[in-house]
């Protein structure tokens, strides 16, 4: 028989929290790119804009990624409120799928020393890799 604890004495720990960044980023991400395809959308209105580059803006809203499109003006579209947006989104899908990758490895790997290991390449690749991605988005 398995017990379960009443909500009001399970508390609030870590693994809870982990969950519901998982769920809250998941949904910070889906608003992102809603956001990132209602401008795709108004940019390649007057321009006929084709899906694949309509797709590339929403996903990654960055002028360097749309200049070999047929949008005739970049430049109402360069600025700081697009390189933020893209800069949010990019963080916190690295952030989701890094901590996805250590829930999945702590699934396969059965010793303590394996997951800890694992978590620690996770937070390395994380921190290397974050500001290399701003550096694209941003130069």
């Excluded at 009001?8 to 992102?32: C, D, H, I, Q």
């Excluded at 321009?47 to 929403?58: F, G, V």
């Excluded at 829930?103 to 390449?121: H, M, N």
Aim: charged share 10%.
């Amino acid at each position: 028989m398995r017990r379960t604890l009443p909500l009001n004495k399970r508390g609030l720990n870590f693994e809870t929290l982990m969950w519901l960044f998982t769920r809250l980023s998941a949904l910070g991400m889906y608003a992102f790119i809603l956001m990132g395809a209602i401008g795709a959308l108004i940019m390649g209105a007057r321009t006929q804009m084709n899906m694949a580059d309509l797709m590339r803006w929403s996903f990654m809203p960055n002028t360097t990624h749309v200049q070999n499109t047929n949008v005739l003006d970049l430049s109402m579209w360069s600025n700081p409120f697009w390189k933020v947006s893209a800069s949010l989104l990019y963080l916190l899908a690295m952030a989701h799928g890094v901590h996805g990758l250590v829930v999945v490895c702590d699934d396969y790997i059965a010793g303590a020393t394996g997951r800890k290991i694992v978590r620690f390449l996770s937070i390395v690749v994380m921190v290397v890799m974050g500001p290399i991605g701003l550096m694209v988005i941003w130069a």
